[in-house]
């Protein structure tokens, strides 16, 4: 079992920038792959951002490339997710994610633990 605790949600004007954290304990975190995804009302799930066991693998959704950047530190059990450049349509539930697949994958369904959630509000 895989426990995730996300934080560094809030509000900004759009523009503006925000960093989440989520801190993985249950389970060696350097085996696990990492992603965020996130939820706004009304909407289905889709994925962020997610990054391989070592790092040296990413994935970004087109709506965020070149503004969000994900990054983990495989000695404090943590990924990340800077967001720059936040617009309106940024604002969701976003969600941490750890997966035990083989590959890299970008789909919710092979993502077997999940965070609480972590509320992001951007106003324009």
């Known amino acids: 079992q895989v426990q995730l605790v996300e934080s560094g949600g809030g509000s900004v004007q759009a523009g503006g920038s925000l960093r989440l954290s989520c801190v993985a304990s249950?389970?060696?975190?350097?085996?696990?792959?990492m992603g965020w995804f996130r939820q706004a009302p009304g909407k289905e799930r889709e994925s962020v951002a997610v990054?391989?066991?070592?790092?040296?693998?990413?994935y970004y959704a087109d709506s965020v490339k070149g503004r969000f950047t994900i990054s983990r530190d495989n000695a404090k059990n943590t990924v990340y997710l800077q967001m720059n450049s936040l617009k309106s349509e940024d604002t969701a539930f976003y969600y941490c994610?750890?997966?035990?697949?083989?590959?890299?994958?970008?789909?919710?369904?092979?993502?077997?633990?999940w965070g609480q959630g972590t509320q992001v509000t951007v106003s324009s």
């Open positions: 994610a750890a997966s035990t697949a083989v590959d890299l994958s970008i789909h919710v369904r092979w993502y077997d633990f």
């Open positions: 249950g389970r060696a975190f350097s085996s696990l792959i």
């Open positions: 990054i391989s066991r070592s790092g040296g693998s990413t």
